[in-house]
Protein backbone atom coordinates (compact mmCIF):
# COMPACT_ATOMS: atom_id res chain seq x y z
CA UNK A 1 0.00 0.00 0.00
CA UNK A 2 1.49 3.13 -1.38
CA UNK A 3 0.96 6.34 0.61
CA UNK A 4 0.59 9.93 -0.83
CA UNK A 5 3.60 10.87 -3.23
CA UNK A 6 4.80 14.09 -4.32
CA UNK A 7 7.38 15.10 -7.00
CA UNK A 8 9.54 16.92 -7.23
CA UNK A 9 10.53 16.28 -3.28
CA UNK A 10 12.54 20.23 -3.68
CA UNK A 11 12.53 22.62 -6.71
CA UNK A 12 14.69 25.58 -6.84
CA UNK A 13 13.74 28.29 -9.39
CA UNK A 14 14.47 32.38 -10.16
CA UNK A 15 12.11 34.11 -9.73
CA UNK A 16 9.46 34.93 -12.38
CA UNK A 17 9.98 31.17 -13.66
CA UNK A 18 6.99 29.08 -13.46
CA UNK A 19 6.67 25.73 -11.31
CA UNK A 20 4.28 23.22 -11.66
CA UNK A 21 4.37 19.91 -8.84
CA UNK A 22 2.53 16.71 -9.07
CA UNK A 23 0.76 15.38 -5.92
CA UNK A 24 -0.32 11.13 -6.19
CA UNK A 25 -2.89 10.34 -3.79
CA UNK A 26 -3.57 7.08 -1.96
CA UNK A 27 -5.68 4.77 -4.43
CA UNK A 28 -8.87 5.12 -4.52
CA UNK A 29 -8.95 8.35 -2.39
CA UNK A 30 -11.57 10.69 -3.87
CA UNK A 31 -10.24 13.80 -2.08
CA UNK A 32 -7.16 15.18 -2.66
CA UNK A 33 -6.20 18.62 -1.01
CA UNK A 34 -3.21 21.00 -0.90
CA UNK A 35 -1.51 23.12 2.00
CA UNK A 36 1.50 25.57 1.98
CA UNK A 37 3.69 25.51 4.67
CA UNK A 38 6.18 28.55 5.56
CA UNK A 39 8.98 28.02 8.27
CA UNK A 40 7.74 28.16 11.64
CA UNK A 41 3.91 27.56 10.79
CA UNK A 42 1.48 25.15 10.57
CA UNK A 43 0.42 23.96 6.90
CA UNK A 44 -1.97 26.70 5.91
CA UNK A 45 -5.00 25.18 3.19
CA UNK A 46 -5.04 26.26 -0.55
CA UNK A 47 -7.67 24.28 -2.70
CA UNK A 48 -9.10 20.61 -2.81
CA UNK A 49 -10.94 18.70 -5.27
CA UNK A 50 -13.64 16.10 -4.63
CA UNK A 51 -12.39 14.16 -7.44
CA UNK A 52 -12.08 16.20 -10.10
CA UNK A 53 -13.85 19.13 -8.95
CA UNK A 54 -12.31 21.98 -7.75
CA UNK A 55 -14.86 22.89 -4.49
CA UNK A 56 -12.93 25.15 -2.44
CA UNK A 57 -9.86 27.79 -2.79
CA UNK A 58 -7.81 29.77 -0.05
CA UNK A 59 -7.82 33.50 -0.90
CA UNK A 60 -4.20 32.52 -0.05
CA UNK A 61 -4.46 31.33 -4.03
CA UNK A 62 -3.67 33.91 -6.17
CA UNK A 63 -4.41 33.99 -10.14
CA UNK A 64 -1.01 32.85 -9.78
CA UNK A 65 -1.58 29.81 -8.64
CA UNK A 66 -3.65 27.33 -10.92
CA UNK A 67 -4.85 23.42 -9.45
CA UNK A 68 -5.89 20.65 -11.63
CA UNK A 69 -7.24 16.91 -10.72
CA UNK A 70 -7.54 15.87 -14.32
CA UNK A 71 -9.97 12.45 -13.96
CA UNK A 72 -9.87 12.73 -10.31
CA UNK A 73 -6.66 10.95 -10.08
CA UNK A 74 -3.48 12.66 -9.60
CA UNK A 75 -3.00 17.03 -9.33
CA UNK A 76 -0.86 19.21 -10.70
CA UNK A 77 -0.26 22.54 -8.75
CA UNK A 78 1.14 25.09 -11.07
CA UNK A 79 3.25 29.02 -9.89
CA UNK A 80 3.48 31.13 -12.32
CA UNK A 81 5.88 34.29 -12.12
CA UNK A 82 7.16 32.78 -9.32
CA UNK A 83 8.07 35.15 -6.24
CA UNK A 84 10.47 35.14 -3.29
CA UNK A 85 7.30 35.18 -1.02
CA UNK A 86 6.15 32.16 -3.00
CA UNK A 87 9.06 30.20 -0.99
CA UNK A 88 7.63 27.33 1.22
CA UNK A 89 7.10 23.53 1.34
CA UNK A 90 4.19 22.59 -0.43
CA UNK A 91 1.66 19.38 0.82
CA UNK A 92 -0.56 17.49 -0.42
CA UNK A 93 -2.62 15.10 1.52
CA UNK A 94 -5.58 12.95 0.29
CA UNK A 95 -8.69 11.25 1.96
CA UNK A 96 -11.30 8.97 1.12
CA UNK A 97 -14.64 10.31 2.30
CA UNK A 98 -17.23 8.44 2.88
CA UNK A 99 -19.96 9.44 5.31
CA UNK A 100 -18.40 10.21 9.06
CA UNK A 101 -14.71 8.12 8.39
CA UNK A 102 -12.80 10.56 6.83
CA UNK A 103 -9.05 11.25 7.47
CA UNK A 104 -6.23 12.79 5.59
CA UNK A 105 -2.84 11.43 4.92
CA UNK A 106 -0.16 13.43 4.21
CA UNK A 107 2.18 13.10 1.22
CA UNK A 108 6.06 14.28 2.13
CA UNK A 109 5.79 17.95 0.22
CA UNK A 110 7.20 19.80 -2.03
CA UNK A 111 10.01 22.60 -1.04
CA UNK A 112 10.21 25.64 -3.24
CA UNK A 113 12.94 27.90 -3.34
CA UNK A 114 12.48 31.07 -5.49
CA UNK A 115 16.00 32.98 -5.68
CA UNK B 1 -14.25 30.94 11.34
CA UNK B 2 -11.91 28.19 13.38
CA UNK B 3 -8.99 28.99 15.59
CA UNK B 4 -6.48 27.25 17.16
CA UNK B 5 -3.96 27.71 19.53
CA UNK B 6 -1.19 25.97 21.22
CA UNK B 7 -0.05 28.04 23.41
CA UNK B 8 3.58 25.64 23.89
CA UNK B 9 6.28 26.55 21.37
CA UNK B 10 8.53 24.12 22.71
CA UNK B 11 8.38 21.58 25.06
CA UNK B 12 10.91 19.29 26.31
CA UNK B 13 10.55 16.08 28.05
CA UNK B 14 13.48 13.10 29.28
CA UNK B 15 13.15 9.87 27.43
CA UNK B 16 10.56 7.03 29.17
CA UNK B 17 9.03 10.24 31.14
CA UNK B 18 5.70 11.83 30.06
CA UNK B 19 4.52 14.72 28.82
CA UNK B 20 1.45 16.87 27.52
CA UNK B 21 1.07 19.21 24.82
CA UNK B 22 -1.72 21.41 25.22
CA UNK B 23 -4.45 22.94 22.52
CA UNK B 24 -7.35 24.86 21.86
CA UNK B 25 -9.71 25.57 19.66
CA UNK B 26 -12.50 28.18 19.04
CA UNK B 27 -15.12 26.41 16.57
CA UNK B 28 -18.78 27.41 15.86
CA UNK B 29 -19.53 23.83 14.94
CA UNK B 30 -21.24 21.16 17.16
CA UNK B 31 -19.92 17.68 15.25
CA UNK B 32 -16.14 17.75 14.24
CA UNK B 33 -13.21 15.57 14.63
CA UNK B 34 -10.17 16.50 16.26
CA UNK B 35 -6.26 15.53 15.07
CA UNK B 36 -2.95 15.69 16.79
CA UNK B 37 -0.38 15.24 13.74
CA UNK B 38 3.08 14.62 13.94
CA UNK B 39 6.10 16.03 11.92
CA UNK B 40 9.31 14.91 12.40
CA UNK B 41 12.31 16.87 10.37
CA UNK B 42 11.37 14.74 7.66
CA UNK B 43 8.61 17.45 7.35
CA UNK B 44 6.03 14.36 6.56
CA UNK B 45 2.75 14.84 8.61
CA UNK B 46 1.67 11.55 10.30
CA UNK B 47 -0.92 11.27 12.17
CA UNK B 48 -0.81 10.07 15.31
CA UNK B 49 -4.58 10.44 17.11
CA UNK B 50 -7.92 11.36 16.40
CA UNK B 51 -10.89 12.63 18.69
CA UNK B 52 -14.64 12.70 17.96
CA UNK B 53 -16.21 15.41 19.12
CA UNK B 54 -19.40 13.20 20.15
CA UNK B 55 -17.80 10.88 22.21
CA UNK B 56 -17.16 11.75 25.69
CA UNK B 57 -14.09 8.46 25.95
CA UNK B 58 -10.79 9.66 25.34
CA UNK B 59 -9.36 8.57 22.59
CA UNK B 60 -6.13 6.71 23.29
CA UNK B 61 -3.53 4.82 20.65
CA UNK B 62 -0.80 3.04 22.42
CA UNK B 63 1.54 5.48 24.44
CA UNK B 64 -0.78 8.83 22.79
CA UNK B 65 -3.90 9.61 24.37
CA UNK B 66 -6.16 12.76 24.65
CA UNK B 67 -7.88 14.26 27.37
CA UNK B 68 -10.48 16.07 25.45
CA UNK B 69 -12.73 18.54 27.29
CA UNK B 70 -15.53 19.83 24.73
CA UNK B 71 -17.28 22.47 26.81
CA UNK B 72 -13.67 24.04 27.59
CA UNK B 73 -12.75 23.64 24.18
CA UNK B 74 -9.86 21.70 24.98
CA UNK B 75 -7.63 19.54 23.54
CA UNK B 76 -4.31 17.78 25.18
CA UNK B 77 -2.34 15.29 24.12
CA UNK B 78 -0.50 13.30 26.37
CA UNK B 79 2.29 10.91 25.22
CA UNK B 80 3.80 7.78 27.77
CA UNK B 81 7.02 6.55 27.96
CA UNK B 82 8.86 9.15 25.98
CA UNK B 83 10.84 7.73 22.85
CA UNK B 84 13.55 9.30 20.97
CA UNK B 85 11.49 8.66 17.56
CA UNK B 86 9.09 11.10 19.67
CA UNK B 87 10.52 14.05 19.01
CA UNK B 88 9.05 16.07 16.27
CA UNK B 89 6.44 19.26 15.53
CA UNK B 90 3.09 18.16 16.74
CA UNK B 91 -0.06 20.02 15.46
CA UNK B 92 -3.42 19.86 16.62
CA UNK B 93 -6.63 20.60 14.09
CA UNK B 94 -10.06 20.49 14.45
CA UNK B 95 -12.19 19.75 11.45
CA UNK B 96 -16.01 20.00 11.19
CA UNK B 97 -17.70 16.80 10.12
CA UNK B 98 -20.19 17.18 6.90
CA UNK B 99 -21.79 14.75 4.84
CA UNK B 100 -19.31 14.51 2.04
CA UNK B 101 -16.73 13.68 4.53
CA UNK B 102 -14.11 15.99 5.72
CA UNK B 103 -13.02 19.60 4.85
CA UNK B 104 -9.67 21.64 5.12
CA UNK B 105 -8.08 21.51 8.33
CA UNK B 106 -7.08 24.21 10.30
CA UNK B 107 -3.83 23.87 12.23
CA UNK B 108 -2.26 25.64 15.15
CA UNK B 109 1.34 26.79 15.12
CA UNK B 110 2.16 23.81 16.46
CA UNK B 111 4.88 22.23 19.25
CA UNK B 112 8.22 21.44 19.17
CA UNK B 113 8.68 18.57 21.37
CA UNK B 114 12.88 17.59 22.14
CA UNK B 115 13.00 14.17 23.91
CA UNK B 116 16.11 14.59 25.72
CA UNK B 117 18.18 10.90 26.17
Known amino acids: DTGVSQNPRHKITKRGQNVTFRCDPI?????LYWYRQTLGQGPEFLTY????????KSRLLSDRFSAERPKGSFSTLEIQRTEQGDSAMYLC?????????????FGPGTRLTVL | AQTVTQSQPEMSVQEAETVTLSCTYD???????LFWYKQPPSRQMILVIRQEAYKQQNATENRFSVNFQKAAKSFSLKISDSQLGDAAMYFC??????????????FGKGTKLTVNP
Open chain 1, 93 to 105: ASSLALGREDTQY
Open chain 2, 27 to 33: TSESDYY
Open chain 1, 49 to 56: FQNEAQLE
Open chain 1, 27 to 31: SEHNR
Open chain 2, 93 to 106: APIPITQGGSEKLV
